[in-house]
């Protein structure tokens, strides 16, 4: 273990000015934390992924099994579809909001009143 | 889904000896981080273009009564956009979060690490530290992307800590398109040289900016027989990349600490090959051409200039595009990507004393072991910027 505070340094803040995306920084703060925790629950189900895996093939796991584990071709590959798919379930929203930009759609108001009329 | 679309797992990165080790949750952070930011050039990124054709083009239309004239006046009006501005923001966390889980992983175990290096350093007369090299302005201004302390930043004194988070995170940044030793480019140099050149064996190559020299140790592997010089002014990506190389096996492979705009070191005409590969776009306007009529002086008649970098902006290249490949210039701390992009190279070269006819421009992608890694994508889905297809910016300096 070396003396510094690697955990303290890790997060320690690059050199330059950082750009104004949100318009406020409660905003920017939350994006942070918020995509942190998207970033920790993808490394717990990979950990998991990696514990259900292990029981499979030996039927007993140790933590050094773990550490050590190294997917092969096709175990990388669903693991790897895993993510895929749970950052598309997360981005959802903005996947759609992309979608949504295609289109030109009046309120739901307003087909409404014409579905009511017509 | 095909193969290529699910980005190859952290584990198929190659672990030299100084490569820090990985527990199974900072692998697992980085395959999640080139899993996301895979999602963001690829799936969301176009959204971007959607924006500005949308609506973005037509509000500045009717604001202006015409065109924007260049990327900037996009830009500032992209600025605006919530949808932009939400991916850029979504963009930048992904820089961040990336630094800290390669800090974090190199930190914890700094103490191995520096000691690993040392016995690859110790005494070698292939790594020489100059402790009176200055760090540039141009180095100094900001943290370049995102990368706390930069390159010639220490945690403690004598540390490769920049090195190791350098070379443990490229991987997630560029999506795995860099190969498993993040060489790709270096490898696509000894390819190509060996298509235009076969049969030719340099005496000398000069790598300018080399970093932990990935893009050098390929060339020195497929010339042993060649001396070859790689020189940058930060301590400790040198200490991390000589010891690295030496883990590789390329032993014809010297680093120095030094300038580049200052290469009185070498007589005129002391190389045969004299390269930078992703370097340009970290100087300034003036330390540029100056690093490359050093560049010119010391390269032999006969011998090869190249400089790889992202495409030049040009006038055929449509604005949209040149904004979006300025992204990391003013949302990754890279401060003079932006203008090094727009300068006429062609002409800075010539200035240096390589007439054009002596010029040449070609593509290179980079070369990967295609069953583990992707083949880069190009085109609309492309992370512009980061993409691992280069220009050659090149010239053969005539014989007299
Ligand atoms: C973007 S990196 C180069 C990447 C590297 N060539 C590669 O292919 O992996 C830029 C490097 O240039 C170095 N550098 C910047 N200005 C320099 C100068 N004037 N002389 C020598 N090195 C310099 C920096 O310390 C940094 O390591």
Redesign the pocket.
Known sequence: MSDIDYILRAGARAKGKRPDFLGDPSSERMLSILLAVVGEVSVLKERLDTVERLLDSKGTISRADIEKYQPDRDAAYQRGLMTKEYIARVMRGVQQEMEAMQTDEKPVADISVDLRDN | MKREDVPPPYTAVTRHEVFPTPTHDEAARFNFLTAFNKYLSGVVGPGNKLAYEKRVLPAFRAEHQRDPKDRFEIRHAMNKDPWHRFWSACKRNSMEMRQQNGRSMVLRQLEALDAKAREFNADRPTLELNPSVA??R??NAVD?HCMPG???GEERPGDVSAGANYDCGIFATTAGGLGAL?DG??QALVEWIKRERPGWTPKRIL??????????VPLALAFPETEIIA????AP?LRYGHARAQALGAKNLKFIQ????DLSRFPDGHFDWVQ????L???SGK?LPQ?IREGVRVLAPGGLMLH?EQPQYSDEMPLYEQFIRDWDAFNNNEPFWSAMHAMDLKKVIEAAGLPRSSQFVTGVRAVVDPTVFPVAASGEKEDHGRAAVWNAYGAWKPQS
């Open positions: 760090t540039p141009y180095q370049i930069s390159y010639h993040s480019g270096g790598d300018v900016g080399c970093t932990i020299g990935h893009n050098i020189i940058d002014t930060a990506v030094m300038n580049a705009e930078t590969t992703m370097f776009h970290e100087l330390a690093i790889l």
